[in-house]
């Protein structure tokens, strides 16, 4: 075989485990998907479930500006103004829940993610022009890195290697949005009145709850220090027999000999109430973990991270048992470190078994700025970033359909893995250690090749225009006799 033939033969589609008959069969794929949920968007008296096939059509196929009636336009009709799909995601009562709860189903009674997932912790948010959209305050805005107007998602990602999904999710509503001055804003924006003030720390808990309701496998949750600092939190994953991995701050107080908790005796002759909380009782003191870096007992060795396009990741870790209070109780923690750059050290606390092998800490330790990075890229991808309406039902409907479109490209690059596979040779003929995974994008544009989209003719655009100017003249209008009614005689 000539040096022509062998790299023309890296392009047969084939080898790559994408035989023809997978991509034609892509569209069949997803219409058996909205098949199988088509029920969870029906309501009592009506049956709006194509609005949700629309829907996530759009989601998928299309690359930008997934608004209600470009979506409509794109995927129903060119002269549709997508009112009807807007009715149906911010006012229809279909139960966003219902979608999750089934895709956790799926995802439980799929053999191939029954070992070896993780959970991961996660928050999405968006800027905001105003303070009129469900959870819109001024907050802080991790994405901008500064508080700003904006609205803030709550999630959770499931991921087994380079395969991740969206698994449940819920809306940060601040605490003023409680307040009775809100109330008429809570109930035109249709936020349930039995919605209470929940910190992101008890959304959390209160999503990992849910999951392992669904009985999803899992055997790690991942977490940024966000969350991990929350000693509550930790405290609840570890009462629940859940292993996490937890990045915490640099000035975390850890305890490298074993203190001794107790409630204190009380002195001879003390006035005042007796303590009863327990308190540290032998003279030991905490360090905070930046400074375990430079002592000689902390030993770093490279591990392995990852294989990436600029080769492979290989960093020094180090691993060490050391003692914390969490939650009012002393526990016994792996404080995992790793040295990401000259200068940067980043730490971690897990409530993994003291056998567990160190490869696997290093693991998970490292395992959370993959699926993070995969997660930005899918906000985008997926259209999860384009959501622009007010209404409180409208985000969760937007969030059940996002997780149903993460579930559909996961299950899809899962099964095809399974059956087609890659020849082996493509790797010692490209000289990588390692092929690349088939992405979400890589997914997206064989799924646009099979479906596509409504295209406008000249004709139609000019439509469309004159449609838009028409309807911006009459909003005018509206208003200036709304002025001159207030206005009264002059």
């Known amino acids: 075989m000539t040096f022509q033939e062998r790299d023309a033969d890296v392009f047969d589609p084939e080898r790559w485990g994408l035989p023809s008959q997978a991509v034609t069969g892509l569209a069949d794929r997803l219409w058996q998907v909205w098949m199988r949920f088509r029920d969870c968007f029906k309501t009592k008296t009506r049956d709006p479930s194509a609005y949700a096939w629309v829907y996530l059509r759009g989601l998928l196929t299309m690359d930008t500006d997934r608004t209600f009636a470009n979506i409509a336009r794109r995927v129903i009709d060119p002269r549709d103004d997508g009112q009807n799909l807007q009715q149906f995601m911010s006012d229809s009562p279909w139960s966003a829940q219902a979608v999750v709860r089934q895709v956790q189903t799926e995802m439980a009674a799929t053999p191939t993610l029954s070992?070896?997932?993780?959970?991961?912790?996660?928050?999405?948010?968006?800027?905001?022009?105003?303070?009129k959209s469900a959870g819109a305050a001024r907050q802080y805005n991790r994405r901008l890195a500064k508080i700003e107007m904006s609205q803030v998602g709550t999630f959770l990602a499931f991921a087994k290697g380079t395969v991740w999904t969206w698994v449940d999710g819920e809306l940060f509503l601040p605490q003023h949005w409680f307040t009775p001055a809100?109330?008429?804003?809570?109930?035109?924006?249709?936020?349930?009145?039995?919605?209470?003030?929940?910190?992101?720390?008890?959304?959390?808990?209160?999503?990992?709850?849910?999951?392992?309701?669904?009985?999803?496998?899992?055997?790690?949750?991942?977490?940024?220090?966000?969350?991990?600092r929350s000693r509550w939190l930790r405290g609840r994953l570890d009462a629940a027999a859940l292993i996490y991995m937890a990045d915490v701050p640099t000035d975390t107080l850890?305890?490298?000999?074993?203190?001794?908790?107790?409630?204190?005796?009380?002195?001879?002759?003390?006035?005042?109430?007796?303590?009863?909380?327990?308190?540290?009782?032998?003279?030991?003191?905490?360090?905070?973990?930046?400074?375990?870096?430079?002592?000689?007992?902390?030993?770093?060795?490279?591990?392995?991270?990852?294989?990436?396009?600029?080769?492979?990741?290989?960093?020094?870790?180090?691993?060490?048992?050391?003692?914390t209070i969490r939650d009012g109780t002393l526990a016994e923690e792996w404080l995992v470190i790793r040295h990401e750059e000259r200068t940067r050290y980043s730490y971690a606390l897990s409530n993994a078994p003291p056998t567990t092998p160190l490869e696997r800490l290093v693991n998970w330790k490292c395992l959370r700025y993959g699926i993070e990075c995969a997660n930005q890229e899918a906000k985008s991808d997926?259209?999860?970033?384009?959501?622009?309406?007010?209404?409180?039902?409208?985000?969760?409907?937007?969030?059940?359909?996002?997780?149903?479109?993460?579930?559909?490209?996961a299950h899809t690059r899962l099964e095809w893995a399974e059956r087609y596979a890659r020849d082996t040779a493509l790797a010692q003929q490209l000289a990588v250690e390692s092929l690349p995974a088939l992405s979400v994008a890589n997914v997206?544009?064989?799924?646009?090749?099979?479906?596509?989209?409504?295209?406008?003719?000249?004709?139609?655009?000019?439509?469309?225009?004159?449609?838009?100017?028409?309807?911006?003249?009459?909003?005018?209008?509206?208003?200036?006799?709304?002025?001159?009614?207030?206005?009264?005689p002059t």
């Open 254 to 323: 850890v305890f490298l000999t074993k203190p001794e908790m107790g409630v204190p005796a009380v002195a001879r002759g003390r006035r005042g109430r007796p303590p009863t909380r327990q308190q540290v009782l032998n003279p030991v003191r905490p360090v905070e973990v930046r400074t375990l870096v430079q002592q000689a007992a902390t030993t770093f060795r490279p591990y392995r991270v990852r294989d990436t396009e600029r080769g492979v990741l290989d960093d020094p870790f180090a691993v060490r048992r050391v003692w």
């Open 382 to 409: 997926i259209g999860w970033d384009d959501l622009q309406a007010q209404k409180y039902v409208a985000w969760e409907h937007h969030l059940a359909l996002t997780i149903l479109a993460t579930w559909f490209i």
């Open 115 to 131: 070992t070896g997932g993780v959970l991961l912790l996660d928050e999405s948010a968006d800027e905001k022009a105003g303070a």
């Open 182 to 228: 809100q109330a008429d804003l809570r109930r035109r924006l249709g936020i349930p009145a039995e919605c209470r003030f929940a910190t992101k720390i008890e959304l959390r808990w209160r999503l990992i709850q849910r999951v392992l309701a669904s009985a999803v496998p899992f055997e790690a949750v991942l977490c940024d220090d966000l969350y991990g």
């Open 444 to 488: 997206r544009e064989l799924l646009q090749a099979v479906m596509p989209l409504q295209q406008l003719s000249p004709e139609q655009a000019l439509q469309v225009v004159v449609q838009h100017l028409v309807n911006r003249s009459r909003s005018t209008a509206s208003r200036l006799r709304a002025q001159r009614r207030d206005r009264g």
